[in-house]
C-alpha cells in the first residue's frame, strides 16, 4: 500500500522561508514522478512543482525561483524547499504520487495523495 506522509509546514512571516518533507513507503522514488500540489480556501488544487524519475524538474511560474523540489532516494523522501514566502503561498500543501509516468505532471494523472501540511504566510 503506498503511503505518503507530509511534514514541514507551519505558521511564517513574509519573506521566511520552509521546507516540506514527503516520506513514501510502498513505492520507489527512483521509478516514480513525484509533486507536490497546494489548495488555498476557496479555490482548486494547483500544481505547485515535479520531479520526474527520468530526469526533469518543473515548477508553476507563481513558484519558480523561490520553490525548490527535490528528493534523497535513500530516504525516500521528497522535499520542496520555500523561500521568499508571501502571503499568496498560504495554503494546504499536498505531496503527489503518479505512478504510471504519465507526460504532465497533473492532477488527474496523480494516484496517491498525502494528507497534507497547512503553510501559512503572514503579511
Known amino acids: 500500500q503506498v503511503q505518503l506522509v507530509e511534514s514541514g509546514g507551519g505558521l511564517v512571516e513574509t519573506g521566511d522561508s520552509l521546507r516540506l518533507s514527503c516520506v513514501a513507503s510502498?513505492?520507489?522514488?527512483?521509478?516514480?514522478?513525484m509533486g507536490w500540489f497546494r489548495q488555498a480556501p476557496g479555490k482548486a488544487r494547483e500544481f505547485v512543482a515535479a520531479?520526474?524519475?527520468?530526469?526533469?524538474?518543473y515548477y508553476a511560474n507563481s513558484v519558480k525561483g523561490r520553490f525548490t523540489i527535490s528528493k534523497d532516494n535513500a530516504k525516500n523522501t521528497v522535499y520542496l524547499q520555500m523561500n521568499s514566502l508571501r502571503p499568496e503561498d498560504t495554503a494546504v500543501y499536498y505531496c503527489?504520487?503518479?505512478?504510471?509516468?504519465?507526460?504532465?505532471?497533473?492532477?488527474?494523472?496523480?494516484?496517491?495523495w498525502g494528507q497534507g501540511t497547512q503553510v501559512t504566510v503572514s503579511s
Open positions: 503527489a504520487a503518479d505512478t504510471q509516468d504519465n507526460y504532465y505532471f497533473t492532477s488527474a494523472g496523480v494516484d496517491c
Open positions: 510502498g513505492l520507489t522514488l527512483s521509478r516514480n514522478n
Open positions: 520531479i520526474k524519475w527520468r530526469g526533469g524538474i
